[in-house]
């Protein structure tokens, strides 16, 4: 059964730095989410994408994120200066139908902000 | 603004047992969608069960059953005969039916974190 696939699983960084962080959906889905989990809340959304850019996206999501689908598989969320406070749980999901289907969702990235 | 709630920060249930965890929800929209996820100790979020506002009759899902009541918007999810498999955070999750400028994002709620005991 396809599914939604993200790397790493684990990624460690200093404050500051830049991240990237890995998606691949399934194959034949054409909208894009990511969410992010802070360990112990709630997932909340922050940026969905569809046809090349983005539709629409959270108040979390700043100038500080950004995303791209580089070569027609990957989706990849970039934090540009990582605070502390991005340590969390990144989840990407995909959803094949606009009006209908449910999103799948990748096993997540968990980043940690040193 | 769409939002979930789900009041029950835990629940616990002896195996075999049936279990009940409540959602409700606030909307002015006629047509959405409503899922639960489960999210085990390894984090990953699986759907267990959705429900489209639009169908008068309860989902199911093998074990998994909703008591879904639009009027009062509310989105319990039932799991009967219970297994230590089943414990995890459970998430209500909701959906615009996406049309216009909505492209379908998940609103979710705090979750419910459910023990099973042997």
């Known amino acids: 059964e396809p599914e939604v696939t993200q790397t790493p699983s684990h990624q460690v960084t200093q404050m500051g730095q830049e991240v990237i962080l890995r998606c691949v959906p399934i194959?034949?889905?054409?909208?894009f989410y990511w969410y992010r989990q802070i360990l112990g809340q709630k997932v909340e959304f922050l940026v969905s994408f569809y046809n090349n850019e983005i539709s629409e996206k959270s108040e979390i999501f700043d100038d500080q994120f950004s995303v791209e689908r580089p070569d027609g598989s990957n989706f990849t969320l970039k934090i540009r200066s990582t605070k502390l406070e991005d340590s969390a749980m990144y989840f990407c999901a995909s959803r094949r139908d606009r009006s209908r289907g449910t999103q799948y969702f990748g096993p997540g990235t968990r980043l940690t902000v040193l | 603004a769409q939002t979930v709630t789900q009041s029950q920060p835990e629940m616990s249930v002896q195996e075999a047992e049936t279990v009940t965890l409540s959602c409700t929800y606030d909307?002015?929209?006629?047509?959405?969608?409503l899922f639960w996820y489960k999210q085990p100790p390894s984090r990953q979020m699986i759907l267990v069960i959705r429900q489209e506002a639009y169908k008068q009759q309860n989902a199911t899902e093998n074990r998994f059953s909703v008591n879904f009541q639009k009027a009062a918007k509310s989105f319990s999810l039932k799991i009967s005969d219970s297994q230590l498999g089943d414990a995890a955070m459970y998430f209500c999750?909701?959906?615009?039916?996406?049309?216009?400028?909505?492209?379908?994002?998940?609103?979710f709620g705090q979750g419910t974190i459910l023990t099973v005991h042997p």
């Open positions: 909307t002015s929209e006629s047509d959405y969608y």
């Open positions: 194959s034949n889905h054409l909208y």
């Open positions: 999750a909701y959906r615009r039916n996406a049309g216009g400028t909505s492209y379908g994002k998940l609103t």
